[in-house]
């Protein structure tokens, strides 16, 4: 029996999952295939972290630590859905809901000062920010548009790129730091033999602190430490307010609070009080008293003001709201109800919220509801650069249009934790004025980092086997697709560097004959690619992870209108198969509206597509000819869901998610009835198929007729899976078929 794990995760594409996780299981049956869930949400996650806190009814098992041993072994064939990579709002918020549902967790210790607070706090955090992927990419990623999804998109081009005004007449324009950041110090060294690492932190008088010791390297391994010089961050920020001000632009700020879980939610405190200077300042004793955390964004500045008498909860509201009228108007996030992009850190999220910027003509919404240039700050040069240039590049030349532009693929280095996504660990800020330093078995110290009180240090790794590992897969997609290559690397980067020796190392290992390669850095990488995108051209972006996570987001979101519809397969190193089905950015706000109003507009595309190459892995794998059949069928039922527009809709009493799978499972039924290649499927199929179709009208109507009213599905974090059910699967009709096989 052939096993295909499918996440069970969070937000719309676990709602979606009630839809569409019976209709796999139902087609998959008899076939020698299983398909089963395996729970790494974040309400799963905290369970499992904290089982000594809960009965035994209400533990489950660390199914992430599970899913970590399994993509080691070449079984392995993991269905694998947007997960939360959760912020400290985030992972409080789901306690607390979890609280509420009898689960007996103790509070999240926001300021840990105590050794118990300290090591709940310790517990907890593995629950924060990129949590589950490091666990399971245990290999490099191929993402890109599948050719039928691109083909639909270009014969129906989405119809949500907002025009750039004329040449030289937007303001918008992306803001970095030119010196002090993570850019401007990073070192990088390769191994030269396997070592175990310390990091220390020696102050100014000589006194040393052992930060993290234990690490282990291996010979190859390409490591590096850099740091963000928190007193130019503010000094940028300050500046660039004060640009925007003086323009009349919106101010807004772009940064991954989620998966950069320690440093970037520090980023994101410090652009919080630069821009509140006057009134965080003036009240200092009273907000620390209180609890109030910048890093947390204002919402949770002005959540602890209830804490304090109603009279000096308006002094302070009110001396907040006095700094609004002297610095430059913020981006929103929702100017109905006044959330700002300064107030939670996981609301405007830089992978997700830039490309809107380029797809909204270089402008963000204000208070009033309009849209208006902005000023993106995006602090550090490391992934700034590629944003600012395609900007310039659309104030040059204007929007793109999806039915002509080509594609840029990704093929990313993220296998074993690779850089800075696996840097998490290796994170501190730095308690006075000093050096870290991080010192070999031997006591040597194999590179330091000078720092002054607050600055954010980070070190991070790429192991040489997944590097090579890249290299291989690039090339080969360069073969199969006859697009060009280009490695965003960029020799003035230190640990790019170090990436670019290995890159021309490994490239004369493989045959390259034929395929066109290029190592640029991501200015000049964006510029080539942008112009070949203009020309209807297509590129392979063959980068490291952060930027693969940022630019599988940038394309597609611009050429499809979504990176929810993008495939995503991960070969692991063992040589299973990781398939992931898009990005959940957007995903809270399709929660919102299906618990409003009763209509789940995700797109499960990338979920249909995903399980197509994940058959094919048990076909190939194990001879099994019902998975190529069902993958064969599958692929021509999302051809024919393409064809005839079943995408979901944004609006409500229109076709949703759950009509969309509806009409993929009526396609693929009918694509098995229709094949010979196995007569036993072809049965089988044959009934099902006709009773769909004879019944399509009655269910389309069953899951039209059940929106327009608010849902309750008893949770947002842990939804009851009963309500939940009932809610996502309300076509009785429907039911009885799927149920039936």
């Given at each position: 029996?052939?096993?295909?794990?499918?996440?069970?995760?969070?937000?719309?594409?676990?709602?979606?999952?009630?839809?569409?996780?019976?209709?796999?299981?139902?087609?998959?049956?008899?076939?020698?295939?299983?398909?089963?869930?395996?729970?790494?949400?974040?309400?799963?996650?905290?369970?499992?972290?904290?089982?000594?806190?809960?009965?035994?009814?209400?533990?489950?098992?660390?199914?992430?630590?599970?899913?970590?041993?399994?993509?080691?072994?070449?079984?392995?064939?993991?269905?694998?859905?947007?997960?939360?990579?959760?912020?400290?709002?985030?992972?409080?918020?789901?306690?607390?809901?979890?609280?509420?549902?009898?689960?007996?967790?103790?509070?999240?210790?926001?300021?840990?000062?105590?050794?118990?607070?300290?090591?709940?706090?310790?517990?907890?955090?593995?629950?924060?920010?990129?949590?589950?992927?490091?666990?399971?990419?245990?290999?490099?990623?191929?993402?890109?548009?599948?050719?039928?999804?691109?083909?639909?998109?270009?014969?129906?081009?989405?119809?949500?790129?907002?025009?750039?005004?004329?040449?030289?007449?937007?303001?918008?324009?992306?803001?970095?730091?030119?010196?002090?950041?993570?850019?401007?110090?990073?070192?990088?060294?390769?191994?030269?033999?396997?070592?175990?690492?310390?990091?220390?932190?020696?102050?100014?008088?000589?006194?040393?602190?052992?930060?993290?010791?234990?690490?282990?390297?291996?010979?190859?391994?390409?490591?590096?430490?850099?740091?963000?010089?928190?007193?130019?961050?503010?000094?940028?920020?300050?500046?660039?307010?004060?640009?925007?001000?003086?323009?009349?632009?919106?101010?807004?700020?772009?940064?991954?609070?989620?998966?950069?879980?320690?440093?970037?939610?520090?980023?994101?405190?410090?652009?919080?009080?630069?821009?509140?200077?006057?009134?965080?300042?003036?009240?200092?004793?009273?907000?620390?008293?209180?609890?109030?955390?910048?890093?947390?964004?204002?919402?949770?500045?002005?959540?602890?003001?209830?804490?304090?008498?109603?009279?000096?909860?308006?002094?302070?509201?009110?001396?907040?709201?006095?700094?609004?009228?002297?610095?430059?108007?913020?981006?929103?996030?929702?100017?109905?109800?006044?959330?700002?992009?300064?107030?939670?850190?996981?609301?405007?999220?830089?992978?997700?919220?830039?490309?809107?910027?380029?797809?909204?003509?270089?402008?963000?919404?204000?208070?009033?509801?309009?849209?208006?240039?902005?000023?993106?700050m995006v602090p550090d040069r490391c992934y700034a650069l590629m944003y600012r240039e395609i900007v310039e590049d659309c104030n040059r030349n204007g929007q793109f249009d999806p039915a002509t532009m080509g594609s840029v693929s990704n093929v990313g280095l993220m296998a074993q934790k690779a850089e800075e996504y696996g840097s998490h660990d290796k994170t501190f800020i730095a308690a006075g004025k000093g050096v870290i330093r991080l010192v070999n078995s031997a006591g040597a110290v194999v590179m330091e980092q000078a720092v002054e009180q607050g600055d954010i240090f980070r070190a991070c790794q790429a192991k040489d086997i997944p590097i090579k590992d890249w290299v291989k897969l690039a090339v080969s997609r360069g073969k199969a697709s006859g697009q060009p290559v280009v490695f965003w690397l960029d020799e003035n980067r230190a640990h790019d560097a170090q990436i670019i020796k290995k890159v021309n190392k490994y490239l004369p290992e493989f045959d390259t004959a034929g395929v066109e390669i290029h190592i640029m850095d991501s200015v000049k990488a964006m510029r080539f690619s942008v112009e070949r995108i203009r020309r209807g051209e297509s590129t392979i972006s063959a980068t490291g992870n952060v930027l693969r996570d940022y630019l599988t987001d940038l394309f597609p979101i611009l050429e499809l209108g979504t990176s929810a519809r993008m495939l995503s397969i991960v070969p692991l190193l063992a040589g299973g198969g990781l398939f992931e089905t898009g990005a959940g950015g957007s995903a809270p706000k399709h929660v919102e509206q299906f618990l409003k109003e009763g209509h789940n507009r995700w797109d499960s595309l990338g979920e249909y597509c995903a399980l197509v190459p994940s058959f094919e892995m048990i076909a190939a794998n194990e001879g099994n000819q019902k998975a190529a059949v069902l993958a064969e069928t599958l692929d021509a039922a999302i051809g024919k869901y393409l064809e005839n527009q079943k995408l979901p809709s944004r609006k409500v009493k229109e076709i949703d998610n759950r009509g969309s799978s509806f009409w993929l499972s009526l396609y693929w039924a009918e694509a098995l009835a229709a094949q010979s290649k196995d007569a036993a499927l072809q049965a089988r199929f044959a009934p099902v198929a006709k009773a769909l179709s004879d019944n399509a009208a009655k269910i389309d109507q069953e899951l039209i007729d059940c929106q327009g009213s608010p849902v309750d599905i008893g949770g947002y974090y842990m939804p009851d899976d009963a309500k939940a059910a009932a809610a996502l699967r309300p076509s009785a009709t429907y039911n009885a078929i799927i149920d039936a096989l």
């Open positions: 029996m052939s096993k295909i794990i499918w996440s069970k995760i969070d937000e719309a594409p676990a709602l979606a999952t009630y839809a569409f996780l019976p209709v796999v299981q139902a087609f998959t049956k008899g076939t020698g295939i299983e398909v089963e869930t395996k729970d790494i949400s974040l309400a799963g996650r905290i369970i499992a972290n904290m089982a000594d806190y809960l009965t035994e009814d209400q533990r489950i098992a660390d199914f992430l630590a599970e899913l970590g041993e399994l993509v080691k072994k070449p079984e392995a064939n993991i269905i694998k859905l947007p997960n939360i990579s959760a912020s400290v709002p985030q992972l409080k918020a789901a306690i607390k809901e979890l609280q509420g549902k009898g689960y007996k967790l103790p509070d999240y210790p926001e300021e840990a000062t105590t050794a118990e607070e300290k090591e709940l706090q310790a517990r907890y955090a593995k629950c924060l920010g990129s949590a589950v992927n490091p666990v399971l990419r245990e290999g490099n990623s191929d993402r890109r548009a599948a050719a039928s999804v691109k083909a639909f998109a270009q014969k129906n081009p989405h119809r949500m790129m907002k025009p750039w005004p004329a040449p030289g007449q937007s303001q918008c324009r992306v803001a970095h730091m030119e010196e002090g950041d993570f850019y401007a110090t990073e070192k990088s060294v390769t191994m030269e033999k396997d070592d175990v690492i310390k990091f220390e932190f020696v102050d100014a008088a000589g006194q040393v602190t052992v930060l993290k010791e234990g690490l282990k390297l291996i010979a190859g391994e390409v490591f590096d430490s850099s740091v963000m010089r928190v007193a130019k961050l503010r000094e940028f920020y300050a500046a660039t307010a004060a640009e925007a001000k003086q323009k009349g632009v919106l101010l807004s700020l772009h940064l991954k609070a989620t998966m950069m879980k320690v440093s970037d939610p520090v980023m994101f405190g410090h652009a919080v009080s630069v821009y509140f200077k006057d009134a965080l300042e003036k009240h200092a004793a009273t907000l620390k008293e209180i609890g109030a955390n910048p890093n947390m964004g204002l919402g949770d500045i002005l959540n602890k003001l209830d804490k304090l008498p109603a009279d000096k909860k308006a002094e302070i509201e009110a001396d907040i709201n006095a700094c609004y009228e002297t610095q430059a108007k913020l981006a929103m996030v929702d100017s109905r109800k006044n959330i700002t992009n300064l107030h939670v850190p996981n609301d405007v999220i830089v992978d997700a919220s830039m490309p809107n910027v380029v797809r909204d003509g270089g402008k963000m919404w204000n208070k009033q509801d309009e849209l208006q240039d902005t000023i993106a």
